[in-house]
C-alpha cells in the first residue's frame, strides 16, 4: 500500500522558508514523477512544482519559480519542496503527490497522480 506522508508546514513571516519533506512508503523512486500542489480555501488546487525522479528534471510554476526548489533523497524515499522568500499568497496546504508513470508534463497538468499526501498546512503572514 503506498502512502505520501508531508511534513514540515507551519506558520512563518513573509521572506521567511520553510522545507517540506514528502515521505513516501511502498513506492520507490525508480522513475516516475513527483508533484507538489498547493489549495488556499475557496481555490482551486494548483499546481507548485514537479521532480521526474530518474533525471532529478525539475519544472515550476511561474508563481513560484525562483523561490521554491524541489530535490530528492532517494536513500529516505523522501521528496523535498524548499520554500524561500516566502509570501502571503503561498499560504496553502500542501501536497505532494507520486505517479509511476513519465509524463509528467502531462501528469502536472491534469492533476492526474495516482497517488496523494494528506497535506501539511503553511500559512504566511504579512
Known amino acids: 500500500q503506498v502512502q505520501l506522508v508531508e511534513s514540515g508546514g507551519g506558520s512563518v513571516q513573509a521572506g521567511g522558508s520553510l522545507r517540506l519533506s514528502c515521505v513516501a512508503s511502498?513506492?520507490?523512486?525508480?522513475?516516475?514523477?513527483m508533484g507538489w500542489f498547493r489549495q488556499a480555501p475557496g481555490k482551486e488546487r494548483e499546481g507548485v512544482g514537479f521532480?521526474?525522479?530518474?533525471?532529478?528534471?525539475?519544472s515550476y510554476a511561474d508563481s513560484v519559480k525562483g523561490r521554491f526548489t524541489i530535490s530528492q533523497d532517494n536513500a529516505k524515499n523522501t521528496v523535498y519542496l524548499q520554500m524561500d522568500s516566502l509570501k502571503p499568497e503561498d499560504t496553502a496546504m500542501y501536497y505532494c503527490?507520486?505517479?509511476?508513470?513519465?509524463?509528467?508534463?502531462?501528469?502536472?497538468?491534469?492533476?492526474?497522480?495516482?497517488?496523494w499526501g494528506q497535506g501539511t498546512q503553511v500559512t504566511v503572514s504579512s
Open positions: 521532480l521526474y525522479t530518474q533525471s532529478s528534471t525539475t
Open positions: 503527490a507520486a505517479d509511476p508513470g513519465y509524463s509528467c508534463t502531462v501528469l502536472f497538468r491534469r492533476k492526474s497522480y495516482n497517488y
Open positions: 511502498g513506492y520507490t523512486f525508480r522513475g516516475g514523477c
